[in-house]
């Protein structure tokens, strides 16, 4: 079964473990790690003839043009991760659709035109039972898909995320039409009563090798591709150390970082994977 691959396209700077510590203003000041380890990325999907969706923020698009180019000219989709990294749940309506509208703008600057871009992936799965209008949001723009919300109750959304508010309750753990927008939810193994986010970022980090694929695995048994996620900084060993960050944060952040590439190298050789466009074609096309 063909099962998707999306990678959330932005610097280790701005992911949510740091962002106690590293202040958005000194953002363009820090050397910046994304370049080297998306095309370390797309090298490694070339070697395995694999094209995934890429989920890329705003911020990296206007500074990265070029890189965001390549993506596009290799033959992956391009989606949105947003402009600013900043939580929907956080942001008023308004803000929301600014920060949409300028990602898009300039995704559209660096793709050109021929390349739409239809699939949205929020930043820290922070689509929730509070700000579920975001879909609505989406479909104004043209979007046809939103991949950010996680099917686990709100009360069940803490664990690597550090306590923070993920999930919509209720939300089925499989693709389902939300309104006017499809959700391909990220995948979640039904454990224990739970559903648990296993296919992906801190998680595929932290736990063996088998555990995911067992996972992939028992997801196609359902009758249902796998939907599974991962960023460009998940394969950088080299990431330098944030100082002041805490124990946690740095855990989250960093556990296995030196594993990950050979970890998805056997990914890719055992399973078959493609863009969400791709996987959920009969689902956009209805
Ligand atoms: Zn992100």
Not at 61 to 75: C, F, S, Y
Not at 120 to 130: C, E, I, K, L, Q
Not at 241 to 267: C, G, I, M, Q, Y
Request: one cysteine or more; proline letters at 5%; glycine letters at 8%.
């Amino acid at each position: 079964m063909l099962n998707a691959l999306s990678i959330d396209v932005e610097e280790y700077f701005q992911a949510h473990a740091y962002e106690k510590v590293i202040a958005r203003s000194t953002w363009d000041a820090l050397p910046g790690r994304v370049v080297t380890n998306t095309r370390r990325l797309l090298a490694l999907l070339a070697e395995h003839n694999t094209c995934a969706t890429f989920f890329v923020l705003g911020w990296v698009a206007d500074r990265h043009p070029d890189l965001v180019g390549e993506i596009a000219a290799a033959g992956h989709e391009v989606g949105s991760h947003g402009y600013a990294h900043e939580l929907v749940y956080r942001q008023s309506r308004a803000d929301f659709t600014a920060d949409l509208a300028r990602s898009l703008q300039a995704i559209r600057r660096a793709t050109g035109d021929g390349h739409p871009v239809i699939g949205y992936r929020a930043p820290g799965f922070s689509v929730t039972d509070d700000s579920l209008w975001a879909l609505e949001v989406l479909h104004t723009y043209g979007l046809r898909y939103d991949s950010s919300v996680q099917p686990i109750a709100a009360k069940d959304g803490a664990g690597l995320r550090g306590g923070k508010h993920v999930g919509v309750s209720g939300a089925a753990r499989f693709a389902e039409r939300r309104g006017k927008v499809w959700e391909f939810p990220v995948s979640t193994l039904r454990l224990a009563g739970r559903n648990w986010p296993v296919a992906g970022g801190g998680y595929f980090r932290l736990l063996p090798l088998w555990v995911t694929r067992g996972a992939i695995a028992r997801i196609n048994g359902e009758g249902h591709p796998a939907v599974v996620y991962l960023h460009p900084w998940e394969l950088d060993a080299d990431e330098p150390e944030v100082p002041h960050a805490s124990r946690l944060a740095r855990f989250r952040h960093r556990v296995n970082l030196d594993k990950t590439e050979a970890r998805l190298r056997r990914l890719l050789a055992a399973h078959r994977f493609a863009p969400l466009r791709d996987v959920f074609a009969s689902q956009l096309a209805a």
